[in-house]
């Protein structure tokens, strides 16, 4: 794992489940930002996430709790809770608790479904929402693909991840580019863009590749909050890939890449297309035996070729919260 990293979660927008993967009336036990969760997906379809044990006497309503309508049931006594965290029935019980009639029991993350994932929100003093994620358009496009998915978990921090964006010079030292990436970086509140134009062999309108001549190739790249990004690789081909980063624990989480392309493109340029998926992927880990065993420095030296990591820091920053002394207690097991 990665040293010396002894930063907080970070509060966000963070995937915890691609979309398909929770049916209707199906529970699912999470461990994620350091707490248990029970997901659970209503009968009529709505996704909902509760702090997992039961007010009752502590079951995981994740492991063997079963939906019913709208509501979660227990599998220890069969107490059922809806999406809010409300005790709705207590089905061998002839008057309901006070404390059940006076509001929520259990926390309900906020959740919402966007470009075929769910999504909660975390926050260590568990406050409401304050930024959004945004739409890929070619994510619910009939004319792209169906999702490739792949899947990582990481020992390290979040923000150790994200950093590599705006790491221009590493692109040369860990992914062999051909020359320094130009890039240009922009950080406005909850968003991050960085638009990088680098050299590579130059393809023909046939997809041919010549490898004695060279052309410009761009890739946008964009964060939403800590836990969201995408990637836009745009040749003579066109690909995007959506990034997610959620953390388990203050120094591990799961990244995930979906990728998605055109369904009318020809065989050639289908070709060249998984060509740089794989590569991607690849790459990616180049990054992960970096993280792995790098030191986290609060204070590193850089030069004027590293791209703007101090300033990424500082906007990273805005997403700790000041007063997570007064957060829930955090489990690391």
């Not at 990293?5 to 691609?18: K, S, T």
């Not at 990582?152 to 923000?159: A, K």
């Not at 890039?183 to 046939?206: F, Q, Y």
């Not at 388990?248 to 050639?268: C, D, G, H, M, W």
């Amino acid at each position: 794992m990665g040293i010396g990293l002894d930063l907080p979660i970070p509060f966000g927008w963070f995937a915890v489940a691609y979309s398909k993967d929770l049916a209707p009336g199906e529970v699912s036990p999470t461990f994620l930002f350091g707490q248990h969760q029970a997901l659970f997906r209503t009968e009529s379809g709505e996704a909902r996430m509760l702090e997992a044990f039961c007010p009752h006497l502590g079951a995981h309503l994740g492991q063997g709790g079963k939906v019913v309508g709208e509501q979660i049931a227990c599998p220890f006594h069969g107490w059922q809770l809806d999406g809010d965290g409300v005790v709705r029935e207590v089905p061998y019980a002839e008057t309901m608790p006070r404390r059940t009639q006076e509001g929520a029991c259990l926390y309900s993350y906020p959740v919402q479904e966007r470009n075929q994932m769910i999504w909660a929100w975390y926050h260590p003093r568990r406050i409401e929402p304050t930024f959004e994620i945004e739409d890929i358009p070619e994510f619910s496009d009939p004319d792209w693909s169906e999702l490739e998915t792949y899947e990582w978990e990481i020992e390290s921090h979040i923000q150790e991840t994200g950093e590599n964006a705006v790491d221009i010079a590493h692109f040369v030292y860990v992914h062999s580019a051909r020359t320094m990436p130009k890039a240009n970086i922009t950080l406005d509140g909850c968003r991050r863009i960085t638009e990088m134009v680098s050299l590579s062999p130059k393809i023909g309108e046939d997809g041919t590749i010549d490898l004695s001549k060279t052309e410009d190739s761009y890739l946008i790249s964009r964060n939403w909050g800590p836990g969201m990004s995408s990637q836009t690789f745009d040749r003579a081909f066109k690909t995007v890939m959506m990034g997610t980063m959620t953390p388990v624990t203050n120094n591990k989480l799961i990244l995930r890449f979906a990728f998605t392309k055109p369904r009318n493109i020809s065989e050639q340029f289908n070709v060249l297309t998984n060509g740089l998926i794989a590569e991607t992927v690849r790459q990616v880990g180049h990054d992960i035996e970096i993280w792995k065993h790098k030191l986290y420095r609060d204070d590193p030296i850089l030069c004027d070729g590293d791209g703007p990591v101090a300033k990424y820091r500082q906007w990273f920053r805005q997403f700790y919260d000041e007063g997570a002394e007064d957060a829930p207690i955090r489990l690391v097991g």
